[in-house]
């Protein structure tokens, strides 16, 4: 991938924009003067050295690639002419052949970061339309390498189920850390010590699951295997419904996904 490629973010002041923005300028795959960035009210104070516009019809104009990273009710009033140029959303739910049509380009990727994007930790599926080129498929593996890790898929629906499991992924581990937190605060512990206990919990178990080459279910069997606190405490949240409290969140979320492509 060229650093000389322009590349235009629609969305590029939002959370995720930005972090995809960032990770590409850390991993030197744009320079600043070839980036393109639009946002909708106030022009944000980062990345001074790229070109901020309201006008994403602008920043299609001066883009060879595209990044559609907005909200999929915020896309459907987008009416942006990118005939022929490379379109990558990163929106949920929305499918290849209404991104196609909408922008009069053949040439379009369904990809799905998450927000750890913003520390170069996503992991993001995508799939590519049958006119997408290798030289394509090259640019839009670099853009998500630099922000994580990335597999192309082989269905959209791959897509739409990962929109839960990866794409909401961060959610979950905040949503567990929340609950251990408010726990250990019930019972006594200051705020403080319970979110950094919480926290380097969170982030410990990250690195130990990236590190080892056993899957998560080796992991839990071999805590259940010491019968001790950490069995009492997997067996009493699988009592409670754990297991199917995540399928059911999973599953609510692909159901969602498949809804918004239906609605485009």
């Known amino acids: 991938m060229s650093v000389s490629l322009r590349i235009g973010i629609i969305g590029g002041g939002g959370w995720l924009g930005g972090a995809i923005a960032g990770s590409m ?8 003067r070839n980036l ?4 909708r009210s106030e022009q944000p104070a980062r990345f001074p050295n790229a070109f901020w516009t309201a006008d994403n019809q602008a920043l299609a104009d001066r883009s060879d690639v595209i990044l559609l990273s907005v909200r999929p009710d915020d896309w459907h009033p987008l ?3 990118a005939s022929g140029k490379l379109v990558i959303s990163v929106m949920a739910g929305i499918r290849l052949a209404a991104l196609s049509k909408r922008h009069k380009t053949s040439r379009v990727v369904r990809a799905l970061p998450n927000a750890a994007a913003e520390v170069a930790k996503s992991y ?5 339309a049958r ?3 290798e030289s394509d498929r090259e640019i839009v593996r670099a853009i998500f390498k630099a922000c994580g890790s990335e597999d192309e898929v082989a269905r959209e629906s791959d897509i739409d189920y990962l929109t839960g499991l990866s ?5 979950f581990p905040a949503l567990l850390a929340a609950a251990m937190m408010r726990d250990a605060v019930a019972r006594g512990l200051p705020a403080e010590i319970a979110r950094r206990a919480v926290n380097m919990v969170m982030s410990g178990a990250g690195r130990l699951l990236e590190s080892r080459d056993e899957s998560p279910d080796d992991v839990v069997r071999t805590f259940l295997g010491y019968r001790g606190t950490t069995a009492a405490a997997i067996e009493g949240m699988r009592a409670a419904g754990f297991d199917a409290s995540v399928a059911e ?3 609510a979320a692909f159901k969602k996904s498949v809804s918004m492509g239906d609605a485009s």
Do not use: K
């Not at 300028?25 to 600043?32: C, F, H, N, Q, Y």
């Open 131 to 133: 006119d997408v080129t």
């Open 249 to 251: 969140g999973l599953s």
């Open 36 to 39: 393109s960035l639009s946002y």
């Open 25 to 32: 300028l850390d991993a030197g795959l744009v320079e600043p």
């Open 79 to 81: 009416d942006i002419d």
């Open 124 to 128: 993001t599926p995508w799939i590519g």
């Open 167 to 171: 794409g909401s992924g961060p959610a």
